[in-house]
């Protein structure tokens, strides 16, 4: 680990509110030594949660630790409290594998993903202590790229970064750190090594390139300023998706995550081809993996994760080609083991019953179906290549599949839209709502309803992005037409769309302007309760540019900021597709790219085996999913400093994954979504460590020695099964029957100082302490809960009571009893000696009374 740290545990992880965010040692975690290795940060511009939930990131990361050479660790954005005591605390932003600090790496390499997240970059680059802008940071700072979605238009943010690669990473980020690692041998200047790194194809070196204007300051272009760099940035693209670029032991993290679930890759790119939609071009052309592959994925990602829940990742799931053979062999293999399945992404008319009785066996969550938009002339237009009839088979299928709760998403803003589009919205949304009331209470409807965007890449390009009044005015149309009670309805901020429009289309005057956002305070800009758009306003009338200019239609003509980049698809092609969109032209997939590079921009969407001959594949059988329970066993567990800061929640959800990689036959609850058997004692405090927790599980054969032994392997470090024993009579349970825990901690007073501190407390009548109870303000007695306070070698002892009958915290005696402030408290290291049942005069373990 870094010097820095010790100053990290003692002055920052004590005092965060998720700790687990910042500690960087989850399970399948790798920590390299730095000699001699090429140091890259990866960084994600947005909290642990999110950034953890991104399969990008998972990929990165396990290519680029896979270079003998190279080490790779991971950054995100603090959240706001994390920020200010690292601030107070003069604490460099910092890496969670070993706590370096950024600017001691030779690479930072930023995921953007959404324009939102980008002020969160210049946050980061701030609390690192390094300069913004490019051109001021010298010589002996890091390298500072990004990739992502949100680079096929990167001159908004072109500013702050030395490169960009565009495109697929996993092939082309080991020509970049091959060249890097060369020119570091080499002892390149700055500006050689971009030079050398430009001749790579897909890497966008934005010093090399200057935006021109014309005299009525209209954007004409990105023109090279020096010869040797590339005239166009081809994107890379892999042509399959290879196995190695996918880990076998994926990252686990210990909080809860946006998608905390073992997610695998099943096909990249989309048949589908709406003409509003970005990632239909960026994503191209289709590719899909084998079953095999994606079956093997299953198998090492579950075996070294444990989780529950599979989701399959693409744009469409439903379009991948043999989707029902697919969850059906996932669905046989995995069901036994008590993992779901699930398919984020979902077309209506190829969500089929044969799918839904496989994937609802185990878990069901609310389906999503996206029409976008309300009458089939307005689907047309946008390709969005579903009728009413598939939409309401679908929620059919699903309702009386056991489904009670379906989403639909839909955007207004769209190019040609009329408010007969809206009403269109409203009757679909009535018809649905209608249906699921065929089958009885308890089906329910949620609605989204987003402004459009126009994106580069697509047909819509040119086209305007309507004004915030406009759109202000369809929502309150829709909020009449949508009144229909128990219906959920939530709309999306037109202002958040306002300035996606102007940086997804952006150019690098915009530069600026995220600049004195940042300055004004912007800072996670994609969460609700932070995102303020008077930051962004101010910041626009401080560089005096107007954001509707970016929302105007454009000329077919005119140049784009994107234009240098080059993803295979010609402006020629986006116009016919364009102009057939507002005909209503129905197209024929096989003839769309014949002058186009590449085929596959619409692939003809490939039938189903069951659509082409009539029939579906036999149904997998189900399981029954109540187990009988032969033993039941009580186990002493310990929890070490390296995972200190892992809250009770997240131990028992390691505990049930942990149960889950070892194999141990653990019984299960009966009914839709039967749980583990597992019943933990008392909580220990985050923060603290313990060599006496305490768990009983029940198990469907035998306890042994082998079963313990495989636990233990399969625990994080830092987790350790103590000893187990069977539980052979009706025994209480650990949380009623434990009601004493023995705490230790050692304290900087003096032996005397502590024995008279001790002393003075127990000759108290009452000790009264403040507690926050559902928010309010309580005083509590917690003198008699004080059962026994002892000094050895300036080390206090305390035999506190814990249960519903009454309780001390130990930090409580220090801060009400000792005087001490609630700082110094927080930053001494309890330990938990013991578990205890206290009958009159006796003190028994847990273990003592089964």
């Not at 919205?425 to 699921?436: H, P, Q, S, W």
């Not at 005083?779 to 059962?787: A, H, K, M, S």
Request: hydrophobic share 35%.
């Amino acid at each position: 680990m870094h010097p820095l740290s010790e100053r990290i545990k003692k002055e920052f992880l004590p005092f965060v509110m998720k700790p687990g965010r910042y500690v960087g040692n989850e399970l399948n975690v790798i920590k390299k030594e730095p000699e001699g290795k090429l140091k890259f940060a990866l960084i994600y511009p947005d909290i642990y949660e999110n950034g953890m939930s991104y399969l990008g990131l998972q990929i990165l990361y396990h290519i680029i630790n896979q270079r003998p050479n190279s080490l790779c660790e991971r950054v995100f954005l603090p959240w706001p409290d994390a920020e200010e005591i690292l601030k107070n605390n003069s604490i460099p932003l910092f890496s969670l594998e070993s706590h370096t600090p950024l600017k001691e790496f030779d690479v930072l390499g930023f995921s953007l993903t959404y324009e939102l997240n980008y002020t969160g970059v210049l946050n980061i680059l701030s609390l690192s202590g390094m300069p913004l802008f490019s051109q001021e940071r010298k010589e002996d700072f890091p390298l500072v790229i990004a990739g992502g979605f949100s680079v096929f238009n990167p001159e908004p943010m072109a500013d702050f970064f030395d490169l960009f690669v565009i495109g697929d990473a996993e092939e082309v980020i080991h020509q970049v750190l091959d060249s890097i690692e060369k020119g570091k041998k080499e002892n390149l200047k700055k500006r050689e090594l971009l030079v050398e790194l430009s001749r790579i194809s897909g890497v966008y070196v934005p010093s090399f390139y200057e935006p021109k204007y014309d005299a009525n300051n209209r954007f004409t272009g990105v023109w090279r300023k020096i010869p040797e760099a590339p005239e166009k940035i081809i994107a890379q693209t892999v042509s399959e998706l290879k196995p190695e670029y996918y880990p076998q032991a994926p990252l686990v993290p210990f909080i809860e995550t946006t998608h905390d679930r073992l997610t695998l890759e099943i096909m990249r790119g989309c048949g589908q081809a709406c003409r509003f939609c970005e990632a239909t071009s960026i994503y191209r052309p289709k590719r899909e993996k084998g079953i095999e592959q994606i079956l093997k994925e299953a198998d090492c990602g579950l075996a070294s994760t444990g989780y529950e829940e599979i989701s399959l990742l693409s744009l469409s799931s439903t379009d991948y080609k043999n989707l029902p053979e697919l969850v059906q062999r996932l669905q046989k293999k995995f069901y036994p083991k008590r993992v779901s399945i699930a398919l984020p992404s979902l077309r209506p008319g190829s969500f089929s019953m044969e799918i839904a009785k496989t994937i609802t066996q185990t878990k069901k969550t609310g389906l999503t179906f996206a029409p976008e938009a309300g009458t089939q002339r307005l689907r047309d237009v946008i390709r969005k290549n579903i009728t009413e009839e598939n939409l309401l088979s679908s929620v059919e299928i699903a309702y009386s599949s056991g489904w009670n709760l379906i989403k639909l998403y839909f955007m207004i803003g769209l190019p040609t839209e009329t408010d007969e589009d809206l009403k269109g919205i409203a009757d679909l949304v009535g018809k649905v709502f209608k249906l699921g009331k065929t089958f009885g209470p308890g089906k329910s409807v949620n609605v989204t309803i987003s402004p459009f965007t126009p994106k580069p890449y697509t047909p819509f390009q040119w086209e305007k992005q309507e004004k915030i009044n406009e759109i202000e005015r369809r929502i309150s149309l829709l909020k009449d037409l949508l009144d229909f009670r128990n219906l959920k309805v939530s709309y999306r901020d037109p202002l958040v769309s306002f300035l996606e429009g102007v940086l997804g289309r952006g150019d690098r005057k915009l530069s600026k302007v995220i600049h004195s956002a940042w300055k004004n305070g912007a800072k996670l800009d994609a969460w609700i309760e932070f995102f303020n758009y008077a930051f962004w306003r101010n910041a626009f009338e401080e560089n005096q540019i107007d954001p509707e200019e970016y929302l105007q239609i454009r000329d077919l003509e005119q140049s784009l900021p994107w234009d240098h980049l080059d993803k295979g698809l010609s402006k020629d092609f986006l116009k016919r597709e364009r102009e057939r969109a507002f005909r209503l032209q129905k197209v024929e997939e096989e003839k769309e790219l014949a002058d186009e590079k590449s085929p596959e921009y619409f692939p003809q969407p490939e039938k189903k085996e069951d659509e082409l001959y009539g029939r579906k594949k036999k149904k997998v059988t189900s399981i029954p999913t109540s187990t009988v329970a032969r033993s039941k066993v009580r186990l002493r567990w310990s929890k070490g400093e390296e995972i200190r800061f892992t809250s009770h929640l997240d131990v028992l959800r390691t505990f049930e994954r942990a149960i889950r990689r070892s194999g141990i036959p653990i019984a299960y609850s009966e009914g839709f979504h039967p749980h583990p058997r597992i019943a933990f004692g008392p909580p220990l405090p985050l923060g603290f460590v313990s060599e006496a927790e305490y768990l009983d599980i029940q198990l469907t054969e035998p306890f042994s020695n082998e079963h313990l032994s495989r636990l233990n392997k399969a625990l994080p470090q830092g987790f350790k099964i103590m000893e187990g024993k069977t539980i052979f009579t009706k025994a209480e349970s650990l949380s009623s029957a434990i009601n004493a825990a023995l705490y230790k901690v050692e304290l900087s007073f003096s032996g005397i100082e502590i024995q008279e501190k001790i002393e003075y407390i127990l000759s108290l009548r009452n000790l009264m302490v403040s507690r926050v109870s559902k928010e309010k303000l309580k005083e509590v007695d917690i003198r008699f809960d004080i059962l026994k306070l002892e000094n050895e070698d300036s080390t206090l002892n305390m035999l506190l009571s814990v249960g519903s009958a009454g309780y001390a915290k130990p930090q409580e005696v220090l801060i009400y009893g000792f005087g001490m402030k609630e700082k110094e408290v927080l930053s001494l290291l309890f330990r938990r000696e013991g578990l205890l049942i206290k009958r009159q005069d006796q003190l028994l373990s847990p273990m003592e009374i089964i």
